[in-house]
């Protein structure tokens, strides 16, 4: 098979990123319309509640392009502006109008309890604080600025790596063992990490020789990934537990790398509408709260939430949550990251890919 190492966009695992931010969406939705001034029970029963699992994926695909798109900048500390300008530029711009736009919606509702002086500077700055950030999803942006600086530091010197990869392997480890009541000791040694580097193995692996049946191992994952989540849900294991990282993180792993690989090889094709859902999979991921909170709480004022049954609701919210992210992309996210883009090409005489 013809392979084309210098593609950037891999849009097969871009549709599995929108996948993965519908299943945060739903396992949201379902928990935010069971509370008691809304539905009061959980829709479809038990059916969405392994969906934090998309996050899972989302760190496993973060080691991922990473490693696919910025290899070569390991060991080149000329690169490390343009490397920082492109991952600050995916994550912050984005991610401040929408915390604007959720403190906006707090402070209509009333809902201000939140919004400490140190906490929004902390959530604006995506730092690690014993309290969570403001926008609550952006707790996973803490561990990918994390990720990020970590690469960051093996841009700049290679030899820092390896260090780094056996610093994560210890704090996990030592994080299995030894109980400390610290959030620092939490975030630092959270088994998430290792995701990051599931991730990088799987961009070393579609790098090189070219992967056989790539569709099938694609399969493979993907079957891994719903088993792991059936098992979830039966109660074998338990949400934040070292067994769900690894089997979650473990099938992430394999489907994207099927999926990157079989891209590649030109033997998956992704159509237009998903690559349009992978593209704006992280307005998703951004937005939801905000619009099935909002949308719940509005429909509860109006007496409408009680009459209407709760399982299309949430297909309902799912699908506005979708079509207010796909506005955003298009009309805000898009023209903003293609403004950065130009300015950061300008600076460096160098193109800055959106995508990655």
């Known amino acids: 098979?013809?392979?084309?190492?210098?593609?950037?966009?891999?849009?097969?695992?871009?549709?599995?990123?929108?996948v993965a931010a519908l299943l945060v969406v739903l396992v949201h939705g379902t928990n935010s319309l069971a509370l008691p001034q809304y539905g009061g029970r959980l829709a479809f029963g038990n059916a969405f509640r392994f969906g934090h699992a998309g996050v899972d994926f989302f760190f496993v695909l973060s080691g991922f392009i990473i490693s696919y798109v910025h290899h070569r900048d390991l060991g080149r500390p000329g690169r490390f502006g343009r490397?920082?300008?492109?991952?600050l530029s995916?994550?912050?711009?984005?991610?401040?109008?929408?915390?604007?736009?959720?403190?906006?919606?707090?402070?209509?509702?009333?809902h201000t309890e939140r919004l400490a002086p140190v906490r929004l500077l902390t959530s604006a700055t995506?730092?690690?604080?014993?309290?969570?950030?403001?926008?609550?999803?952006?707790?996973?942006?803490?561990?990918e600025m994390l990720f990020y600086t970590c690469f960051g530091l093996a841009v700049l010197w290679r030899p820092l790596g390896p260090a780094l990869v056996a610093a994560c392997l210890a704090l996990v480890a030592a994080g299995q063992f030894v109980a400390v009541d610290a959030w620092e000791w939490r975030f630092l040694t959270t088994p998430f990490h290792l995701q990051f580097l599931m991730g990088i193995a799987a961009a070393r692996w579609v790098m090189g020789p070219p992967v056989p049946a790539p569709?099938?191992?694609a399969a493979l994952g993907a079957a891994a990934f719903l088993?792991?989540?059936?098992?979830?849900?039966?109660?074998?294991?338990?949400?934040?537990?070292?067994?769900?990282?690894?089997?979650?993180?473990?099938?992430?792993?394999?489907?994207?790398?099927?999926?990157?690989?079989?891209?590649?090889?030109?033997?998956?094709r992704v159509g237009g509408f998903g690559a349009l859902i992978g593209g704006a999979s992280y307005a998703i991921y951004l937005l939801h709260e905000l619009v099935i909170n909002d949308a719940a709480f509005i429909?509860?004022?109006?007496?409408?939430?009680?009459?209407?049954?709760?399982?299309?609701?949430?297909?309902?919210?799912?699908?506005?949550?979708?079509?207010?992210?796909?506005?955003?992309?298009?009309?805000?996210e898009q023209p903003l990251l293609r403004r950065l883009g130009r300015v950061g090409a300008r600076a460096e005489r160098v193109p800055l890919a959106v995508n990655g």
């Open 90 to 110: 995916r994550i912050y711009p984005p991610y401040w109008i929408v915390s604007a736009l959720f403190i906006g919606s707090m402070l209509i509702f009333g």
């Open 299 to 332: 429909l509860a004022r109006a007496g409408v939430i009680r009459r209407v049954p709760l399982e299309p609701l949430l297909l309902v919210l799912a699908a506005l949550t979708v079509a207010v992210a796909i506005g955003f992309y298009l009309a805000v």
């Open 83 to 87: 490397y920082a300008r492109r991952r």
């Open 126 to 143: 995506l730092v690690p604080y014993s309290q969570s950030p403001i926008l609550g999803v952006a707790w996973t942006l803490q561990h």
């Open 1 to 18: 098979m013809t392979e084309h190492p210098g593609r950037d966009k891999l849009l097969a695992i871009q549709l599995g990123r929108g």
């Open 215 to 217: 569709r099938l191992l």
């Open 227 to 268: 088993v792991a989540g059936l098992t979830e849900n039966a109660g074998w294991i338990t949400y934040l537990g070292f067994a769900s990282k690894l089997a979650f993180g473990l099938s992430s792993m394999v489907l994207i790398a099927g999926l990157a690989a079989g891209e590649r090889q030109g033997l998956i």
